[in-house]
Every structure is written in structure tokens, then in C-alpha cells.
């Protein structure tokens, strides 16, 4: 939790995490998921603050490895190769925070969107012919409000503009993604409705 010390780096086997914060009124901004094993978190909590800077969740059944802050700074000592491999780590999620920040304060709520959409299409798409298929059911609008800094109801209208433009459809199951450049030129604001 965050605010809670932090004793361990975690790093992910299997699963989901969602590393978020969350505001006074109970609005959350997911800061990063991590979904690929090996994918290590709490890295300048573990080594800057000693408290944790978000919270995490997990949405589905997850395992964790945990190591604790002092046999890590040890086993760094001893293996440069660990301590590249940690900076590295740390540069990566620096990079998605700077996106991040970017993101919202320069880009449309369409748009945002738009680069969610875009970016679950390339990682975990099933392709039918020319469109690409994603489950309703891994994007809930609750989720997708918060890893685009918004509400619902933006969210409805953003799905929408992208249905509106060609760059969607919708159904209750999936969306489908119809024109996948489309919606990479709406991510990045420079197509009619990002």
C-alpha cells in the first residue's frame, strides 16, 4: 500500500499487477502494469524513499517473487550484472512515467485512449483477417478510465469518437479494431477525433 515501508523488490512469475495511486476522493490512475515475468517493481521505493509510492493490485491469480531491499543491495554489490540489470529496469519505468505525464497533460482523452487501444492490440491481439479482436471482459471501462486519467464517461465518448472515425467497432464482447493505423495516428493526436 502506498505509503506503507517497503522491505522487498517483487519481482512477477505469472500474472497481473496493477500499480496505482489513488486521490482523496477515491479516483485512481493506474501508473504501470506489469504482466511479463521478470517485470520487477517497487524499485525507487526499495532504493529511494523506503516507502511504497503506489499500491498494487492484482486482478488475477498471481506469483511474486520476494527479495528483500538488503540482500538485493548485496547481491547487486557483489554482481554488476544484477545492478545494470536494475538500472535498466528502473530507466524502463522511468520512461512509461515520462509517457505518462506527457500523455496526460498534452494528449485528448480520445487520444489516450486511442494509445491504450492501440498498444493491447499489438500485445495480445487475436487477428481475424485485416481487423484485430480485444475482449471487453480485459478492458472494463472502470480500468480503461484509469489508466487514461479519466472518468466513465469519457471513456463512452472517447469509444465512440473511435467508432465514429473507422477506427473501431463495438460490440457488448469486443471491440474491434477495424483500422489499426488509424488508431495509431489518433494515439498520437495527429488524425481527426485524437
Keep these: 500500500m502506498e505509503g506503507e515501508s517497503c522491505r522487498h523488490l517483487y519481482t512477477l512469475e505469472s500474472g497481473r499487477v496493477k500499480c496505482y495511486r489513488v486521490n482523496a ?20 521505493s526499495a532504493f529511494d524513499t523506503g516507502k ?29 550484472s544484477v545492478l545494470l540489470w536494475l538500472l535498466a529496469s528502473a530507466g524502463s519505468q522511468m520512461k ?6 506527457g500523455d496526460l497533460t498534452l494528449k485528448t482523452a480520445t487520444a489516450r ?12 491481439s487475436v487477428r481475424f483477417g485485416q ?7 480485459s478492458l472494463p471501462t472502470e480500468e480503461l478510465a484509469s489508466l487514461t486519467g479519466t472518468v466513465r464517461v469519457h471513456v463512452s465518448r472517447g469509444l465512440n469518437a473511435l467508432a465514429g472515425a473507422g477506427a473501431i467497432r463495438l460490440s457488448r464482447e469486443v471491440i474491434t479494431i477495424s483500422d489499426l493505423e ?9 488524425a481527426e477525433g485524437g
Excluded at 486482478?59 to 527479495?67: A, F, V
Design 131 to 137: 481487423t484485430i479482436s480485444l475482449r471487453r471482459e
Design 52 to 80: 511504497h509510492i503506489v499500491t498494487a493490485r492484482t486482478g488475477t491469480e498471481t506469483c511474486l517473487h520476494l527479495m528483500a531491499i538488503e540482500t538485493v543491495k548485496h547481491f547487486a554489490q557483489a554482481n554488476p
Design 182 to 190: 488509424l488508431l495509431k495516428l489518433m494515439s498520437e493526436g495527429t
Design 25 to 44: 476522493d477515491g479516483r485512481e490512475q493506474i501508473v504501470k502494469v506489469f504482466d511479463r515475468p521478470g517485470d520487477t517493481f517497487c524499485i525507487p
Design 113 to 124: 485512449l486511442a494509445k491504450v487501444l492501440y498498444e493491447r492490440a499489438i500485445e495480445e
Design 96 to 101: 512509461s512515467l515520462a509517457e505518462l505525464a
